[in-house]
Nanobody, 113 residues
Framework: QVQLVESGGGLVQPGGSLRLSCLTSGRTLSLYTMAWYRQAPGKQRELVASITDGRTNYGATVKGRFTISKDVAKNTMYLQMNNLQFDDTGAYYC????????WGQGTQVTISS
């Protein structure tokens, strides 16, 4: 069973930074495509970033500001978020995608002045 536990969310002012972490179990990072999704109130869930075999992909609204990475030795995936804006507010979810798809419980990111 794949386990995903997000952390690192919080309240930050516009222009600030946060780093989200997703602690995984077993060989998840090696076996699955990993991704971050987010969902804001009243909006559809959207892909933030994904990483597969070292190749990364970003949503258009975060490209150049966010960086996805993973540390296999620590079983952890990260999302470095810089220059945060109001529209970045939402619940951020860690996702492992293979033959099945697994989601973490989410961590809240709130951008507010």
């Amino acid at each position: 069973q794949v386990q995903l536990v997000e952390s690192g969310g919080g309240l930050v002012q516009p222009g600030g930074s946060l780093r989200l972490s997703c602690l995984t179990s077993g060989r998840t990072l090696s076996l699955y495509t990993m991704a971050w999704y987010r969902q804001a109130p009243g909006k559809q869930r959207e892909l933030v970033a994904s990483i597969t075999d070292g190749r990364t992909n970003y949503g258009a609204t975060v490209k150049g500001r966010f960086t996805i990475s993973k540390d296999v030795a620590k079983n952890t995936m990260y999302l470095q978020m810089n220059n945060l804006q109001f529209d970045d507010t939402g619940a951020y979810y860690c996702v492992a995608r293979g033959r099945k798809e697994y989601w973490g419980q989410g961590t809240q990111v709130t951008i507010s002045s």
